[in-house]
């Protein structure tokens, strides 16, 4: 049997070999292994239960004193949302508001653990 392959086919083929390879280079340049959610824990419960509360409901201890209510990440306006959305404001922050930006103060490891475990707690949906 012959395989043939037109200039056509050849291209496209390179083309998705080359979408492909870079869908699954992506995130691994940043981090190699995958989110761990027990630092994410740590780092949650140290920075961020304060204002989203123990289960990301935005219920936490200094919520109330807030204009600008935390996020609750259990509803579908937050969930709904892709990780690079999450990460970017995890990252920048939010104008008016009191989420600010933890750039400097936790690492993009720590963002990416931290995130996957708000992304575990609403899973858990506790
Ligand atoms: C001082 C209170 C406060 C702390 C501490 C805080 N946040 Fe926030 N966060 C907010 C507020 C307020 C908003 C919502 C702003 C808005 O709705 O415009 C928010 C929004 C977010 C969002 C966006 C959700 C969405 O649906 O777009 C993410 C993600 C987030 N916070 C993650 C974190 C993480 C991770 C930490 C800990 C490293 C953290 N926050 C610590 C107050 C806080």
């Known amino acids: 049997m012959q395989i043939v392959m037109t200039t056509g086919t050849r291209y496209s ?8 390879l870079a869908a699954a280079c992506g995130p691994a340049t940043a981090q190699d292994f995958p989110p761990d959610v027990t630092r994410g824990k740590a780092v949650y419960e140290r920075h961020c239960l304060a204002c989203h509360g123990r289960g990301g409901w935005g219920d936490g201890p200094d919520a109330a004193a807030l204009t600008v209510p935390p996020a609750n990440f259990h509803r579908f306006k937050s969930f709904l949302k892709s990780e690079e ?32 475990y708000i992304r575990l707690l609403v899973q858990q949906g506790k």
């Open 13 to 20: 083929f390179v083309v998705s070999l080359v979408v492909t």
């Open 85 to 116: 959305e999450l990460l970017r404001t995890i990252e920048h922050g939010i104008v008016f508001s009191a989420m600010h930006s933890w750039q400097g103060q936790l690492t993009e490891t720590e963002r990416l653990d931290v995130l996957a």
